[in-house]
């Protein structure tokens, strides 16, 4: 197997203008108040690997981003890799983890739903990672969900005001996917249409991602 060398700044996939991924911007809710907790311990032990992973849009690079920032003039250094389930290979993600140690480093890899599913079979890796401590990210509950809405209006810089995350809390899934798209299609409908954002065309938006009627 050959190594893959990493570097030891993060590997982060980020938009031309991403959003601050500060301690302080981390959005809180029951559904995900251990992630920090489990980070501050990761960074105070002796651990040579964490595994952060969960669904599309939990926060994961922006967990990824705080350690980045945080451990920067560690000792021993931590390197990241994002997205490492989609990045590498089974083989390759068993070579990073290899390569970390062999530079006396410290690892986190980050990436969606279930480690196992990452080893794809290969023992030793499967092995390695559920033996690694691990920050679970699941779906949102109600106030994160609000939460998140809220985030991404600010992030896109978009004129929204409260009762338009309300609206679309009560109606969406409970999933970061759904808050998401949902911001995404309203922020085009307001462009397309040269409408200011409202709740009536968060209704029509809701209506399409749903299939149900607009008076719904």
């Known amino acids: 197997m050959t190594a893959i060398p990493i570097a030891r700044q993060a590997v982060l996939d980020l938009p031309a203008s991403p959003p601050r991924l500060t301690r302080e911007a981390f959005l809180v809710s029951a559904s995900n108040d251990a992630a920090l907790t489990t980070l ?22 922006h967990l990824a981003g705080i350690l980045a920032f945080e451990t920067r003039d560690a000792a021993p250094p931590v390197s990241i890799v994002d997205d490492a389930d989609r990045r590498f290979s089974a083989g390759d993600i068993l070579a990073v983890i290899e390569d970390a140690r062999a530079r006396g480093e410290r690892l986190v890899l980050a990436g969606r739903e279930d480690p196992r599913d990452w080893a794809d079979g290969l023992r030793d890796l499967e092995t390695r990672l559920a033996g690694a401590p691990r920050i679970t990210l699941v779906e949102p509950d109600e106030a994160l969900l609000r939460a998140v809405i809220l985030k991404l209006f600010r992030d896109r810089q978009l004129r929204a005001n409260d ?20 911001v995404g299609a309203l922020d085009a409908a307001s462009i397309e249409k040269g409408k200011p954002i409202s709740v009536k065309l968060a209704r029509e938006i809701v209506a399409n991602l749903s299939e149900e009627p607009p008076g719904a």
């Open 163 to 182: 009762a338009i995350a309300d609206y679309a809390v009560q109606r969406l899934p409970k999933t970061f996917a759904a808050a998401q798209g949902f």
């Open 40 to 61: 501050e311990g990761w960074k105070k032990s002796a651990e040579p690997l964490l595994i952060i992973c969960g669904p599309a849009g939990a926060g994961k690079t």
